[in-house]
């Protein structure tokens, strides 16, 4: 069973393992059969491939619903109940396949590449969005994760990605560097601002009890009006341009383009590697190290750790350290890597869609990863659904929330599709607690 | 889990009819089931040759059930007289319901002083002691015009002069044609005033008797055999003096000072044991010597090196064993595999790990091992601990703390709320900890295993060592002094 | 529920109490506000007037004076915190020290800008609009908080409310209609936290956060799909009637704000005292707050503790999306994405910093909605303090209080935590 953020045991990659069901499978049945079989008790897997379903299901709903052409067709739905069927399915599919083919691959542009009417870059074009936008998801989704795991609710991601943003872009035009160096201590700069926003309520939480859920929410509204007065102060402000804005980052500090040598288009930058070398890194941490195994025990029992010598608020300060660097990674990655400069708005809502991330990834460093590649595929084929069919971007943030209200309520979805009960990976790995 | 297996209990008006059964024997399950908070499987309930059906509370207090729990069922940010009129509330009628607390605390007065439950009704529940919370309980279900009270445990955390005052107030109900039920597994309050004793084992009724059935008999039906809480144990080869407390005081959360200039002593290769009704002390003296709790005055020092300002790793580290009260709380990570939990105080210490490393595979082969030498049983050193039975758990902890090298070991109530066979195997581990050298501190509220564990108690109240006694000192003369009483005993 | 017995040896006073604490920092902050703001007053005087604008009778102080007196007077109320038996009065003396502080840091804003009338009609009156629907957001807060269900999600009712009204009250063309509308808006985010909070026992704050995102998303795609391809249509409410009492309407100062108003300011009033009433002398009430502090307390003594629960709940739903209305049919008369902008974390902090009672919020949103209306006012006259620091008073504050700073803010026993029973 790995679908358990709780469950300490061996380090498993993304929660694909089917899970034991409560009755036995049938003996004589083949390996297939057996698959399916437990395929169908409601694990983790399941669970989290349902959610998107009804997910996306939902959203189908609302895209109908939303059309005044072919709401229309319903107005006559008894006299001529075949239009608005199939009005409402050719919109349906017309959106999500142009989801599809921004967010992965488009076949069309690969017969192109393949005649020499279209080039490679359009094939690999959908993936490279998809990756630049997970990148900073995969470390807003770490920052909450590892903030969980150790029994905090880090709600102050955004505030934290935010003040990384901010260290990364000062570092980024103040500080004249060489190519290399300038670039690493830009991350630097970001991670160190984050943690920095996160050492506050650590040690608020350590020395006084105040719950990180107030502190941190106060605090990401503090790091919304403390960017705007960043930004326009006379050492940041871009004057040669429009609005607030700030100067540009050099580009010796600029993430690199994986593949600019193929097309300049192909915007995937290095900050993807940077983000998989802290997967890797934090699931160590939490698997193999003893700082992880305290973290793990503070997280779901502080008092039994404790007892056993472990210094609860130490660890509590410690976690919310390491969440806010990887926070401020996560703003860094934005603004060296795709925006290259300072806007109110810059570090968008990475932040809390990092929550989200870290929910869906129930925690664990792998399930946030791939929860991050979920979300930014999303985020890149709703672009595309926005340009391409005039759907507006937000139904993908709907559709994300929805995702993670169905797993966060595996009986919903249990319920819904009358999945076989057994113990299912709540993502209430910490116990509920009040403020 | 059948908790309750075809139970018949016949309750007479007026009488005191004394549930009486081990920890987990399902005592409070069946109560839990009469008042409504439970719903039983099969059977009936018949009240007055009535028959009810008891789905939630409210249905209970209709037909006349009225409960006090063993965890009180107080809010205690209430006042008394809120806490009493909640769910039954005085109003001045109305959609508004305005609360009419005049009439209200006049109720808590009649029916306090009816039945001799002194209380302030205006004062906050959270600000009042132990006793009075129990009392402000029995006049909450008073008020309901109740004529079955179950008590759930009443006397676990009350102090034997509280004791005896319930005991009167008891009487006083049955007078008043009350009939009580007195779910417990203490044989001397049983014995002292019930007008019939049913015993429950296993969720079985085993037998329904008079006060006439002497302690042994009821003792045996109980446990299902004779068995005496007589540990074999050789005399103590007493060593030289390991841990050393002077002086010591200690504050509780509230900032009272809960432990009051306590001197004791104990020597390599004997049991101290310390006794005294829950609550005087005994569970901030135990954190404090283990740094849990800040000292505010005396000295902790073990072999003759203070203590003072160590943190609890260090201490731990300094070959001290440590069995926490609350070993769900306390004791273990319910969520960890048991492998994690038998090394949750020395993950970072070789052979287990480093400061910055786990050895997994040490610690899988180590907890291999002890699982089968602890006879832990588990499905595998990889399951939850929280999968595991209470006794199991417990075993757990003892296995990680007396599978090293100890020069102290630090017991609190080490087998509370256990079956007979691990309070019989946990007690053996203790006395053979004893026998390799190591000093032992015992920390219980079960008299019986201190008098049988220990070979010298200090009997603790209010925060004091009162004395210290040998074990064969009489139960009653400890009982006594266990309540404040004249000692005869030797200061420590 | 302890079970220990607790024998008081000795009752501990601490010397460095609550009030002595806050005491000392309050007198702190009187001198350096006589010193700090006496020095760096100008020379034009400081002048007040009750109306809301700059004409009429004013009061003017000299600008130096008037820093170092309201200094001084700011750090007397400290200093009185010291004083045997400060506790009954730690609330009015602390109220008296901020406000002297406060003062004395207008005058030397008023004495060293050309613009130095202050008109406080007009101030107040912007503090009761930013006010406004944190009130309603705060109570909300208190509904569901006091019976046990933390109500993160205010903001996501906020939103719901405020597109909901906007959009029925344009179709419809009644205000009425839209204020309505926004309490069916407020309800149905409410009755899905209730239910899956609740029924399915999900972190309350994990719903909560979800819950933000979800309203946020599906109002911002509606907006976009709808409103923006015909605003008329669907987005162009009218603005709720304001309603002037009699005499009292012409009070100086207080008329303006508090009788020559909206529905809303009456509501709002009227809520704060009808849940004050209702939670601490009715059946309700008690019923509430036991549900709130210890569940299976209330539960044994035949309580509906889930019933309690999703009925506050649904109710503070529709509390919260009234308040969503104040953005569309009273502050503009449009819906717009994300208008709330984070306000319902502010009505979360109100409710924190009023320490979970009604009253407390009226007084917490109010001096939140002082912030921004000084904030917006220092802007007008030029003045040197960023406004961005005055607006993240309000959130320092809340850490302030959570953190103990200025005595124990504690939340009901219960809250946050499933109830399941047996």
Known sequence: MTSDPAEPAPAEPAPSTPAPASGPAPDSARWGTRFLYHLWSANAFTVTALAIVLALLIGAVLIVVSDAEVRATYGYLFARPGDALTASWERISDAYATLFRGAVVDPGAIGRALDGTGSWAAVFGPSSETLTAAAPLVFTGLAFALAFRGGLFNIGVQGQTILGAIGAGLAGFLLPLPVLLHLVLALLAGGLAGAAWAFGPGILKARTGAHEVITTIMLNSVAAIFIGWVIIQSWALDQSRQGAISHPVDQSARLPRLFGWLDPGLRVHLGILVALAAVAGV???????????ELRAVGLNPQAARVAGMSVTGTYVLVMVIAGGLAGLGGA???????YALTTLVAGSVGFDGILVGLLGRAKPWGVFAAALLFGALQAGGRAMQTGSGISLELVQVIQALIVIFVAAPALVKATFGLRAIRIGRISGVAARGW | MLANDHIDLTVEPGEIHALLGENGAGK??????????????????????RRVECHAPQDAIEAGIGMVHQHFMLVPVFTVTENVMLGAEQTHGGPVAALDRRRARERVVEVSREYGLAMDPDAIVEDLPVGVQ???????????????????????????????????????????????????????????????????????????????????????????????LAVDKQPAQLGEPVLEVAGLAVDDERGHRAVDRVDLTVHAGEVLGIAGVQGNGQTELVEAIMGLRPVVAGTVSL??????????????????????????????????????????????????????MLHRDAITKSAADRVARFDVRTSSPQAPAATLSGGNQQKVIVARELTRPLTLFVAAQPTRGLDVGSIEFIHRQIIHERDVGTAVLLVSSELEEVLALADRVAVMYRGRIHAVVPPDTPREEVGLLMAGGSTSGEPA | MTAAVHTPTSEPVRFWSRERKVGLAVTVAGVLAAFGFGALAGDQPASFTLADNTSGAAVSINGLLG???FGLLGAAAGAGLWLPGARRWFGALLAAGIVAVVGSFLCWQLSDSALNIMPLGQVAQGSMRFALPLIFGGLAGVLGERSGVI?????????????????????LASVWAGILAAAVGGLVIAALLAVLAIRYLVDQIVVGVVLIVFALGLTGFLFEQLMRQDPSRYNQPARVPTWEVGLLSDIPLLGPVLFRTNIFVYLALALVAAVHFGLFHT???????????????????????????????????????????????????????????GLGFIALAAMIFGRWSPVGVLLAALFFGFCRALAIYLGTIGSPIPSQFLNMLPYLATIAAVAGLAGRVRAPAADGKPYVKG
């Open chain 1, 283 to 293: 699931a160590w941490l939490l698997n193999r190290s003893s700082v992880g195994f």
């Open chain 1, 333 to 339: 990655t934005v603004v060296l890597g795709t925006a």
């Open chain 2, 28 to 49: 409070s399950t069946l109560m839990n089931v009469l008042y409504g908070l439970v719903q039983p499987d099969q059977g009936e309930i018949v009240i007055d040759g």
């Open chain 2, 134 to 228: 129990q009392r402000i309980e029995i006049v909450k279900v008073l008020t309901r015009e109740v004529d079955l009270l179950i008590l759930d445990e009443p006397t676990a955390v009350l102090t034997p002069q509280e004791i005896d005052d319930l005991l009167a107030v008891m009487r006083a109900l049955q007078a008043a044609g009350k009939s009580i039920v007195f779910i417990t597994h203490k044989l001397r309050e049983v014995k002292a005033i019930a007008d019939r004793i049913t015993v429950i084992r296993g969720g079985r009724v085993v037998a329904t008797t008079g006060p006439e059935t002497s302690e042994d008999e009821l003792a045996a039906m109980m446990v299902g055999r004779s068995v005496s």
């Open chain 2, 303 to 356: 072999r003759g090196r203070s203590l003072a300002g160590r943190r609890t790793k260090q201490i731990l580290h300094s070959r001290v064993g440590y069995v926490p009260e609350d070993r769900s709380v306390d004791g273990l990570v319910k969520e960890f595999t048991v492998a994690e939990n038998l090394v949750l105080n020395m993950y970072d210490t070789e052979p287990f790990g480093t400061r910055f």
């Open chain 3, 67 to 69: 820093a170092v007196l």
């Open chain 3, 151 to 171: 109500n993160i999600a205010i903001e996501g009712q906020f939103i719901s409310g405020a597109f909901a009204a906007a959009m029925v009250a344009t179709l």
């Open chain 3, 283 to 341: 059946r309700w009430g008690l019923r509430t707050r036991a549900v709130g502090e210890h569940p299976t307390a209330a539960d044994t003594v035949g309580v509906r503790v889930l019933g309690m629960r999703y009925r506050n709940v649904l109710v503070g739903g529709v509390l919260a999306g009234i308040g969503g209305a104040t953005f569309t049919l009273e502050a503009t008369t449009n819906f717009s994405k994300g208008m709330t902008a």
